[in-house]
């Protein structure tokens, strides 16, 4: 409004699944009003093709949801006599094309040309158009996305090549910020990566984003940061200006998501992962949870969050967030009980079927909620997307099959498995898929029979517990000796039923002992993958060995966490493996194993769930009922620690939850 940018929200409406619903945000404007000349004042909206019209996913497809940008404004005056006016969006409104925003897209960046000004514009009045389908308009419930740290370069260097290189010291998501003296016609670009490669930005794990930011100045001192695109990034390359004319830094985006709790500890190294941890949490809150920030991705991808759940909801308030995201999960639940692999589905061409791990984020993610916030609510809302995934997953499970057990042990119609395991590739990865879901499904019964009892579904909780003995006993006699050792041995088909609670007696003595001996003989490591890390070491501690627990956490070796950290990393990796010991990136494709930018992240945050056990285990904290109203503190000390802390408190913001009191433990 005549040039001041209205309310501080970056990226709205947001994404929500747009063939269902569409949210408006409401701002106040009269301070920007009150007093204001005769002569009126300008409001000026630039849309760009966001989620909806540009380019997304990583097939870059276009125009998913509306054939074209739209704006829909409504500006409501309430004046001293108490009448009302309402001036909305319509054909007296006028519209142009070439603005200063030359090109903007969440993949490849932004393009600005100062230069340009209203009066140079050529202007047309706008035409009325709709979105595709027949959404919801409805006022937004998330939590909006804004600028919150500022990080300053902690190292400054040319590179071989020539370009100026900024390191921020810390992977992000967000925007830079530059102050330029310039001269007009002058063109200034920012290019953004995560790692360096020789002293120069590594770019190959971008795949096809260009993550650059390009300004054309106009004359003197001047000030540009990109509003309609954002980057994951820790280092910035500049050419077009020399180094004294430009001050930078970078802006960290996400979802206002408070932070709520805290772990330290005596090792350094475990602080160091515990920052990668929230660092990766706050990356990928972007309006939606994302599986990364950087490359041409940036999907909502449902296995990710299932896994990180607990994790997130420890260190932020993630209420706000997941009721819009799980209002999308239900939205888009198909009518046979499936749960897509990425929400909102924006044209991902998966299927929407019951998946383990991904389509368990129904029940993982709000359950998760409702241990730190007290919400019965959001389980409310959610219980009958839980109640018809359970049932598409007992028919899928059921499919093909005749005997009572092979009935509980779900093989179709696909799975991700042991996604990412470092002792196989994608077809190993799935092969585990039957191992893997049937202990995923035991869980979300267990889980939504808790549920079941909290919410008064008496018949629901002992039907769902009978069927979770069932699939217990299916786990035991299709995939055991009966006696607690696998037929087919890995690690990720020990843990589970380990720290799922699927095991008793010596059948757990002697599972946790084949854990331990693989573990042996991969030299110390861990060889599990998305599905299974999160609980290795609860399988370890909960049977017994908190020693061989504590090894597994501070090993230093690749595959391992603390490998991540003293590699440098600042955010969780998506592979294990993302930088070799030797320096290079691993950017093999999946497929092929060639080198061709492939599925590599420096800012993922899957292998983060680690940080659940550092709590509940290591500070000891525990919820025992919804929002902390009884807890348990009982921390397990070992591997060397000299004290331990932590702390899950109500939201920083001053809301009063129900359940919400502080909560903390300490070794």
């Excluded at 005769?38 to 276009?62: I, M, P, Q, Y």
């Excluded at 932070?259 to 949490?281: H, K, M, P, V």
């Excluded at 087919?488 to 001996?517: C, H, I, K, S, W």
Aim: hydrophobic share 40%; glycine share 10%.
């Amino acid at each position: 409004m005549d040039g001041v940018k209205v309310g501080e929200d970056y990226f709205a409406p947001g994404f929500t699944s747009y063939h269902h619903h569409i949210a408006y945000q409401s701002y106040e404007v009269t301070e920007q009003l009150v007093g204001h000349p005769d002569d009126g004042a300008e409001l000026v909206a630039t849309v760009a093709g966001g989620w909806a019209v540009g380019s997304f996913t990583h097939k870059r497809v276009n125009r998913i949801y509306a054939d074209r940008q739209a704006f829909l404004c409504e500006l409501h005056l309430e004046y001293a006599d108490g009448t009302v006016e309402v001036l909305g969006t319509g054909p007296d409104w006028q519209v142009s094309t070439d603005g200063p925003y030359r090109m903007a897209e969440w993949y490849d960046g932004e393009i600005y040309d100062a230069r340009v000004t209203p009066e140079q514009q050529s202007w047309k009045p706008a035409d009325v158009t709709r979105p595709k389908g027949d959404p919801v308009l409805s006022a937004a419930v998330g939590a909006p996305v804004r600028a919150h740290e500022v990080l300053r370069p902690v190292a400054q260097t040319v590179s071989p090549s020539g370009e100026l290189v900024y390191d921020l010291g810390q992977n992000f998501a967000g925007v830079v910020r530059a102050r330029i003296r310039g001269t007009a016609g002058q063109e200034v670009v920012f290019r953004h990566a995560e790692v360096l490669v020789d002293d120069e930005l590594f770019t190959t794990s971008l795949r096809t984003a260009k993550a650059t930011a390009t300004y054309t100045c106009v004359d003197g001192a001047q000030e540009y940061s990109p509003r309609l695109s954002y980057m994951g990034f820790r280092y910035v390359g500049v050419t077009g200006i020399d180094a004294a004319d430009l001050e930078l830094e970078g802006v960290v985006l996400h979802s206002a998501v408070p932070e709520t709790g805290e772990f330290a500890c005596s090792d350094e190294r475990l602080n160091a992962l515990q920052s990668a941890i929230r660092w990766g949490g706050k990356s990928n809150f972007v309006d939606i949870p994302t599986d990364c920030p950087q490359r041409d991705e940036r999907e909502g991808w449902t296995g990710d969050y299932a896994v990180f759940a607990s994790t997130a909801s420890y260190n932020f308030d993630m209420s706000r967030f997941l009721d819009k995201w799980l209002r999308d999960i239900n939205a888009e639940q198909s009518r046979g009980g499936g749960i897509p692999m990425v929400v909102p589905r924006a044209g991902n061409p998966f299927p929407v079927v019951a998946t383990a791990a991904w389509g368990d984020v129904c029940v993982l993610a709000p359950w998760a909620e409702y241990l730190a916030r007290g919400d019965l609510g959001m389980l409310r809302r959610q219980y009958p997307t839980m109640r018809r995934f359970l049932k598409a997953a007992a028919w899928w499970a059921s499919l093909f099959s005749v005997r009572p057990d092979r009935r509980r042990i779900w093989r179709f119609l696909f799975h991700f498995g042991d996604w990412t395991a470092p002792d196989t590739d994608v077809k190993g990865w799935l092969r585990r898929g039957r191992w893997v879901a049937t202990a995923y499904l035991a869980n979300s019964y267990g889980i939504v029979a808790r549920i079941a009892e909290l919410l008064g579904e008496h018949t629901d909780a002992v039907r769902y517990r009978r069927e979770r003995e069932r699939v217990i006993r299916a786990y035991r006699n299709v995939f055991t000796d009966g006696a607690g050792t696998l037929r087919e041995e890995f690690q990720t088909g020990y843990v589970l039923p380990l720290a799922f609670g699927m095991t008793e007696g010596a059948e757990t003595e002697r599972m946790v002992d084949n854990l331990v001996r693989l573990i042996d003989e991969a030299g110390g490591h861990l060889q599990t993958g998305f599905t299974g890390t999160p609980f290795i070491l609860f399988a370890l501690s909960d049977s017994g060995r908190l020693d061989e627990a504590y090894r597994l956490l501070l090993q230093t070796g690749y595959p391992s966490w603390l490998y991540m950290v003293e590699s440098g990393g600042t955010t969780i990796w998506e592979r294990w493996d993302a930088l070799r010991p030797d320096g290079t990136v691993n950017t093999a494709d999946l497929q092929t194993g060639e080198d061709t930018g492939g599925m590599v992240s420096f800012n993922h945050y899957a292998a983060g769930a680690v940080g659940d056990w550092m709590y509940r285990r290591i500070a000891g904290l525990e919820p025992l009922e919804g929002g902390y109203r009884r807890f348990r503190v009982r921390p397990l000390p070992g591997g060397g620690l000299s004290w331990a802390r932590g702390a899950c408190a109500r939201p920083t913001d001053g809301r009063r939850r129900r359940g919400g009191s502080r909560a903390s433990g300490c070794c």
